[in-house]
């Protein structure tokens, strides 16, 4: 590896003008000490910083990059598209494309509204369902991230996980007395939370795949109770599919899982690497929306033709070459790998991975919600991050997030991946 000197002067710089160097907290690293490197460039697989170091990167900016870095069909489409002109702020046949294009593929989805961004999407459909509802409480399980929504940020994990300020500062009490926090995958919880608040929850809002607290997945039955709950009790059901929508499936973890929720929420892949989020599901619920109904929510750069044809070049793109089956061989090809390597080396590590979402908890006990996240060894996986970064792997800087493979990702850079870990795993 080459000395971080333009990234550790890029960071110095950073610092005098930017809270804390970093745009969103968690790429500050703080959960893994040392300083971040900054991205010169990016393609397949790999991304390389500004001091020459190329590395095989399991981050895919968050989800995003399902193709992989600079795709030439998103490339393409972003560059003709802009020749047309980047933003008109009315509407544009590209937005009804993704539209159709969502709801063809995502069956609970009858009516979608496009936004800028995963916490753009679950705000308007927690208010939605306030609105639809006329119920003012929330349920929502701890460990799990919601982007920044005030009444979201309560027990939360991703970054304000890490951080330990799992509730944030600045959110009114008031908000939060109105969100009801459980643990994941626990049904008397669930049950007794409906119990004690009859008719009185709007919503309940879950990552079917909870993946901000590292990756856990829902207990056999969960899902469903979860569904039969909110529908006697006259609560939508919101799944947020941020990361796992178009991830898990064309249609998501609710296709996967058989669960069909009243209204969704997602972004990422669907921008192609663009600011993009949307929400969508029942008519009558999406109606709600000004300037149908009574709920307000908009955006200047809401259904961005860039955007658009960003998600719908990697959605068309996934579709065309059977992504999915391919991403399911490498997940369990590294999965494979890197258990075997865990035991060789004599490390207790709870594997957890769905479709091409995966996670590694340092711990010897079985990981099923935040609790069992927390008693994972996390001084362990940070001398593990760092040691797959020298070995030239960039994975995400903290236990609390999960990995993403790409198609872009070749076996032999799994293969590569698994013997860098094998090597790291042994000096733990
Ligand atoms: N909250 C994101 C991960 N779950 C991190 C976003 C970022 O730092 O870009």
Redesign the pocket.
């Known amino acids: 590896m080459n000395a971080p000197a333009r990234s550790q002067s890029l960071f110095a710089e950073a610092l005098r003008h930017i809270p804390g160097g970093v745009n969103?907290p968690?790429?500050a690293f703080r959960a893994v000490g040392g300083q971040p490197f900054f991205v010169q460039k990016a393609s397949g697989a790999r991304v390389w910083d500004v001091d020459g170091n190329e590395l095989i990167d399991y981050v895919g900016t968050?989800g995003p990059a399902i193709l992989g870095h600079a795709h030439p069909r998103i490339v393409k489409a972003v560059q003709e598209t802009a020749l047309l002109g980047t933003s008109f702020g009315i509407p544009n046949p590209l937005e009804v494309r993704m539209a159709q294009w969502i709801c063809r593929a995502v069956p609970s989805v009858t009516k979608v509204r496009m936004c800028n961004s995963g916490t753009e999407a679950t705000m308007s459909a927690i208010r939605l369902a306030r609105g639809f509802t006329r119920r003012d409480k929330i349920i929502k399980f701890d460990g799990c991230?919601h982007g920044h929504v005030d009444s979201l940020l309560v027990k939360a994990g991703?970054?304000a996980l890490t951080f330990g300020s799992p509730d944030s500062a600045g959110v009114p009490a008031a908000f939060s007395q109105l969100t009801v926090v459980l643990p994941f995958n626990d049904p008397e919880a669930l049950k007794a939370a409906f119990a004690a608040n009859p008719g009185e929850i709007a919503a309940v809002i879950v990552e079917p795949v909870p993946a901000?607290a590292g990756l856990y997945l829902p207990k056999p039955g969960y899902l469903e109770l979860l569904r039969s709950l909110t529908a006697e009790n006259g609560t939508v059901l919101i799944l947020d599919e941020v990361m796992t929508g178009f991830r898990l499936g064309l249609a998501g973890a609710q296709g996967r899982f058989g669960i069909t929720p009243d209204l969704s929420c997602f972004g990422k892949i669907i921008g192609g690497g663009l600011p993009v989020g949307a929400f969508g599901g029942r008519a009558d619920i999406m109606d709600c929306l000004a300037p149908v109904g009574p709920v307000y929510q908009a955006g200047t750069l809401s259904g961005n033709p860039l955007a658009m044809a960003a998600g719908l070049a990697a959605l068309e793109e996934l579709e065309s070459v059977d992504g999915y089956r391919q991403l399911e061989e490498r997940g369990a090809q590294l999965e494979a790998g890197m258990r075997k390597a865990a035991a060789a080396a004599g490390i207790p590590v709870e594997f957890k991975r769905i479709g091409s979402m995966w996670c590694g908890y340092f711990t010897d006990q079985p990981v099923h919600n935040l609790a069992d996240a927390m008693r994972s060894n996390r001084e362990r996986f940070a001398k593990f991050f760092h040691g797959m970064l020298a070995q030239g792997v960039y994975l995400a800087p903290s236990q609390f997030?999960a990995g993403f493979i790409s198609l872009a990702h070749t076996p032999e850079e799994i293969d590569a991946t698994v013997a860098a870990a094998s090597r790291v795993l042994k000096t733990l």
């Open positions: 969103s968690v790429r968050w991230y991703s970054g901000n997030e």
